[in-house]
Each structure stands twice: as structure tokens, then as C-alpha cells.
């Protein structure tokens, strides 16, 4: 047998490259279970359009760390570290090999690296803060973080108003953007050993399966399932209803684009993140890369990983 001692699997890569694929199998093979890294799928009720693991799937191989919240509800890195790091000790505490997979990046990066536990704060910047925010909105406090830290503020989303606050509210306390102190600090808690596996394709045959992917969540089902979120009250301005695929739909159904348009745009935005999301992933060089594909090589991979 495998030492699994505090040994954990990380499968990434962008959006519709295979990684559910690849993980049923290699976790199969290693009698282990999935811990999702997405920050989508952690929504109850938005299946379709983050084409969450099926329930076939899900009896094959159980799944951890999906449906958690309400759309609208939010999580942090934070949170969600500390909750798959408990999934991954009672894992551990019962023989069973955790795979990580995911394309979140930043997820995967404070579950890996640890945390950035920043200690400046001051409340009458923070109260400040909360009071421009109010006057004038959060996507101005968005605007001034894209002067501010321009890398962060392409990581936060404009609707995100705690981490925009956090992140100008650490700037203005400190004089260091945020972005600046996580490199200094380099995240550097490391709790378990970590295999980080990253799925790669040719860019133009990924996108294909990008926009035969898209296809198939309209074909199954999901104008009718952002439909129902709707119907249920979740507000389209949510951070989780702005996401791929679910604002493209509401702009639809709002008639402020036509079918035609908010297909493409749909297809076009997916591609866009596939792209960000491999920018991200080649930055880390810890990363070993293989084709998907390549199935014999990641478990090879994983069988030295787990024997060592």
C-alpha cells in the first residue's frame, strides 16, 4: 500500500479541458475521493452553467466541497481553505487519497500555499471606505483599486465589495497593495504535501470543446435553470448570477441582446477565461503539465507521488 500520509492530488486547468474526466478516472484507480476548487460549483441550485459532476458521477466517486451555499451567499479563499483542509483531514483520518480539482486558481493557491493572514486594519479607513461605497457605489472603489493595484483588481470582481474593500482599505493602511504583500509573504503555510497536476491541449482544439460545451449546457437545460434562479428571487445582480453563462442569459431574456449575441459572447467569455485561467496556472512552476489525453502519465505521476 501507498503511504498517504498528508499526501494530496491537485488536477487544474482552464474550463472545458477534461479535468472531471481525468480526476473520475485517476481517483478510481487510487480509491480516492474529489475535493471540488471551483468557485462556481460551491453554489446549491447553479448546475447546469458550472457543470458540476452529474449524479452518476457523483455515486462513482464521492464529491466534496460542492453545493455548500446560496447564490446569495458569499465565500472567501479563506473559507473555503479552511473547509477543505478539514475535508482533507477526515479524508486522511480514514486511509482515503484527496484529490483536489479545480480551476480556481486563487482557490488553489491559498489551499496549497496557506494564507495570507494580513494584520493591518484600521476602522475609520475601513468605515471610510464603507461610506464612498455607499454614496457613490462599489464599482467606483473598484475603479480606484484598478489605479491603486491593478492586479488585484482584476482578480475581484467588480460586485465583490468586501475584498475591494479589504484590498484598498490594506493599501491605504500600509502604502503596499495587497497584491504586493501576498508576493512578499508568498503564502508560505504549507500544510500538506501537494502533487499539482495541470491538464493542457492545444488552444485551438480547447476552444472547440469550449464552444461545443457551451452548446451543450444550452441544449441542456440552462436558460431554464437561471430562469428558475430568477423565479426563486436571487437578484441578477448577484456576484454568482453575473457569472459565464448565467449574465449572458438574463441579458437574453432582458432583451438586451439578441439570441445570436449573447450565444457568441457566452462562447467568446469562456474562451477569454480558459485563457486567464492557463495564464494563472503557468505562473506557478511547481506545476507538472500533460495532456489530458495522456492518461497513463498522470498515473504514473500519481503512483510515484504516493509511493514516495
Known amino acids: 500500500m501507498f503511504d498517504k500520509k498528508s499526501k494530496v492530488v491537485v488536477i487544474c486547468g482552464p474550463t472545458g479541458i477534461g479535468k472531471t474526466t481525468v480526476s473520475l478516472e485517476i481517483a478510481d484507480r487510487f480509491c480516492g475521493e474529489i475535493i471540488g476548487a471551483d468557485s462556481m460549483q460551491i453554489y446549491r441550485y447553479m448546475d447546469i452553467g458550472t457543470a458540476k459532476p452529474t449524479r452518476g458521477e457523483r455515486a462513482r466517486i464521492p464529491h466534496h466541497m460542492i453545493d455548500l451555499i446560496n447564490p446569495d451567499e458569499s465565500m472567501d479563499v479563506a473559507r473555503f481553505a479552511t473547509l477543505a483542509r478539514q475535508e482533507i483531514n477526515r479524508l486522511f483520518a480514514k486511509g ?68 475591494i474593500i479589504r484590498a484598498l482599505e490594506v493599501f491605504e493602511t500600509t502604502g503596499k497593495t495587497i497584491t504586493q504583500h501576498h508576493r512578499e509573504h508568498r503564502f508560505s503555510d504549507r500544510p500538506f504535501e501537494f502533487l499539482k497536476i495541470g491538464l493542457r491541449m492545444d488552444r485551438e482544439e480547447l476552444y472547440h470543446r469550449i464552444n461545443d460545451r457551451c452548446d451543450t449546457m444550452i441544449s441542456g437545460g440552462l436558460v431554464d435553470e437561471v430562469k428558475g434562479l430568477l423565479q426563486m428571487g436571487y437578484n441578477k445582480d448577484l456576484k454568482s448570477m453575473q457569472a459565464i453563462g448565467y449574465r449572458h442569459m438574463i441579458d437574453f431574456m432582458n432583451d438586451h441582446m439578441s439570441w445570436d449575441e449573447s450565444l457568441h459572447t457566452f462562447k467568446r ?3 477569454r477565461y480558459a485563457k486567464r485561467q492557463l495564464t494563472w496556472f503557468k505562473a506557478d512552476t511547481e506545476t507538472v503539465w500533460i495532456d489530458p489525453g495522456q492518461i497513463g502519465d498522470v498515473q504514473l505521476l500519481v503512483k510515484r507521488f504516493l509511493q514516495n
Open 96 to 163: 482515503v487519497t484527496p484529490f483536489v480539482v479545480g480551476g480556481t486558481g486563487l482557490y488553489i493557491k491559498g489551499l496549497v500555499y496557506g494564507l495570507f493572514r494580513a494584520k493591518f486594519s484600521s476602522p475609520s479607513v475601513r468605515r471610510q471606505l464603507e461610506e464612498e461605497a455607499a454614496l457613490y457605489g462599489v464599482g467606483a472603489l473598484h475603479r480606484q483599486l484598478k489605479v491603486s493595484d491593478p492586479q488585484a483588481a482584476d482578480k475581484i470582481h467588480p460586485n465583490d465589495r468586501y475584498r
Open 269 to 271: 467569455d469562456t474562451r
